[in-house]
């Protein structure tokens, strides 16, 4: 793994990332990112936008701001106005603070054809948003759509503390848009929103029938709910937890293989290689 420290800049290590098709995908692998990246829009550590493109073991420790679309490893990822992102991050973490609207400790924005799996958000996330469709903030991703081709999360979370100024933050993901599935993740970081829309897991699950969470937890002190605007689907897959039971060994085992514990909360198995895990 490289380390790049001391970045700047206005929009991540790099401006996009873009493959030749979903079938040639660019790779982006075993980079961490330092410093501090400040842009206007589509502003991410590691990516200020991508599609086409797999991320693996890349971390973002950079302080990242902006107006929107923000992220600690990509802001933004769309292919055309409707076909989806096609974009995989796999065992990414962000630990830098991100603020502006739209932001999100992974992915900032994105539609069908995203997956995101064995991810983490340390990081402080403060964003604002006017619609759900426009900025929401999320621990992990701000806004996420299913359309055409559905999206997930699975094995991931957040305990970073996340703050929408008024609505529409999720402690995973701010806005679950159609076709959006969260499997086998957490949040224990506190989210706040004043009187907007706002879940310990969405913000919002919009076209619930077909957002969910399945053998999602979350702890019971940061939020009063699991979400807050249709959230059926998420509630029946989510169960809040204290905190004694979120650091105790048996959330291990409910999450998964994926999880080890940590020296509070779980941890990703693949995160003992450069932490110390109990």
């Known amino acids: 793994n490289k380390t790049i ?7 991540g290590l790099f401006t996009s990332v873009i493959g030749a098709s979903d079938a040639k995908r660019a790779e982006v692998k075993n980079v961490t990112v330092e410093g501090s990246v400040n842009g206007s829009t589509k ?9 086409w493109a797999n991320f693996s073991n890349c971390i973002n420790k950079a302080n990242i ?6 992220a600690g490893i990509v802001g933004y990822s769309m292919q055309g106005t409707t076909t989806g992102s096609f974009i995989t991050l796999t065992n990414c973490g962000n630990e830098g603070s991100i603020t502006g609207t739209g932001a999100a400790g992974v992915l900032g924005y994105a539609k069908g054809s995203t997956v995101l799996v064995g991810c983490y958000n340390t990081g402080a996330i403060s964003g604002s948003a006017s619609t759900y469709t426009n900025g929401a903030t999320g621990g992990m ?4 759509q299913g359309y055409r081709n559905a999206s997930s999360l699975t094995d991931c979370y957040n305990t970073g503390a996340v703050n929408g100024n008024g609505n529409y933050a999720g402690g995973l993901i701010g806005t679950m848009y159609n076709g959006v599935t969260a499997t086998n993740c957490y949040n224990a ?11 310990a897991i969405a913000g919002v699950a919009y076209h619930a029938t077909s957002s969910k969470a399945v053998n999602c937890y979350y702890l ?3 939020c009063a709910a699991a979400a807050t605007y249709k959230p059926a689907a998420v509630n029946a897959g989510t169960t ?10 048996a959330i291990v085992t ?13 941890v990703l198995a693949w995160e003992c290689d450069i932490i110390d895990c109990v």
Do not use: R, W
């Not at 970081?189 to 879940?199: E, N, Q, R």
């Not at 809040?240 to 060994?249: F, G, N, P, V």
């Open 5 to 11: 420290k001391n970045l700047t800049g206005t929009q």
């Open 43 to 51: 502003v991410g550590g590691i990516a200020g936008s991508a599609h």
């Open 65 to 70: 701001s902006g107006t929107s679309n923000l």
């Open 141 to 144: 991703v701000g806004y996420l």
């Open 189 to 199: 970081g506190t989210v706040t929103g004043g009187s907007g829309k706002i879940g």
């Open 220 to 222: 019971d002190t940061s």
């Open 240 to 249: 809040a937890k204290t905190d004694a039971e979120m650091k105790d060994a």
């Open 254 to 266: 409910l999450l998964g293989a994926s999880y080890k514990q940590g020296s509070t909360y779980p």
